[in-house]
């Protein structure tokens, strides 16, 4: 049996509580299967091609640790996924990315900013949090008839962040009809977590799933996201997939 190989885009850190975490919370969410193996990817390392880099990663995670030492690395990484069928997950810093580059392909907005690299930008989509979410800990809703709900199976949880930006909320509502839609929402309504139709798995947190990691229990985003890499290791086509995700 071959193995499920899981990039890791993003630039490690051992003192990110993240980073330690992701590693284990992969093999936690791995429901008594090998393992995936995973491979740190520093940005500084993707090159023009990045498919080449990422032409045998069976999943992609983009994962906390904003900025990054390398912007369009990172976004022509979560655009590979995105196009390639690749199961992607981002969280955190990989949430933000996720939305960057989304919001310029699906949205046809030109160059969105990121207030943390672009401080001056005029009504940034990544902007400062109202209230910063470092080491805070705070409930999300997930949006009933998601697919996100359905991988919970409840309709709620309390996530850990680590963030300091977020989704400027005057761009929330680009997500109220597809294909890139909301998943779940914090108690004041602000996004937290979004989806993106007609993709075998494409999520993205603004929280840090991984955490769970720390109590020794699988969370069960990163469980599905393990199984997607899995199913995309065994040679499923993208309409198959596709299929499969619509009949759930």
């Not at 983009?62 to 912007?71: D, E, I, L, Q, R």
């Not at 990544?126 to 996100?148: D, F, K, Y």
């Not at 914090?186 to 999520?203: I, K, M, N, Q, S």
Request: proline share 7%.
């Amino acid at each position: 049996m071959s193995v499920v190989r899981i990039a890791l885009i993003g630039d490690y850190n051992p003192e990110s509580k993240a980073h330690v975490a992701i590693p284990s919370a992969l093999s936690l969410a791995s429901a008594g299967e090998p393992p995936p193996v995973s491979q740190w990817i520093h940005t500084s390392t993707l090159s023009a091609d990045v498919a080449r880099d990422l032409e045998a990663f069976h999943g992609i995670w983009c994962v906390p640790g904003s900025p990054y030492a390398n912007t369009a690395g990172v976004l022509a990484a979560i655009r590979f996924a995105r196009t390639t069928g690749r199961p992607f997950l981002g969280t955190c810093g990989g949430f933000q990315h996720a939305m960057l580059e989304c919001a310029e392909a699906l949205w046809k907005l030109d160059a969105p900013a990121h207030a943390e690299t672009d401080p001056d930008a005029l009504n940034p989509l990544i902007a400062p949090l109202t209230c910063s979410l470092v080491e805070q800990h705070g409930t999300i809703h997930v949006v009933s008839g998601s697919r996100l709900a359905a991988i919970y199976g409840r309709p709620g949880a309390v996530e850990g962040y680590h963030c300091r930006y977020g989704l400027n909320p005057m761009y929330a509502d680009r997500l109220s009809d597809g294909p890139l839609r909301v998943s779940a929402r914090d108690d004041t309504g602000d996004v937290r977590a979004v989806e993106l139709d007609g993709h075998p798995f494409f999520f993205a947190t603004l929280y840090q799933p991984e955490r769970s990691a720390f109590e020794g229990s699988a969370h069960p985003l990163i469980a599905a996201f393990v199984a997607a890499a899995r199913q995309r290791r065994g040679g499923h086509s993208l309409r198959d997939l596709v299929a499969e995700s619509d009949s759930e």
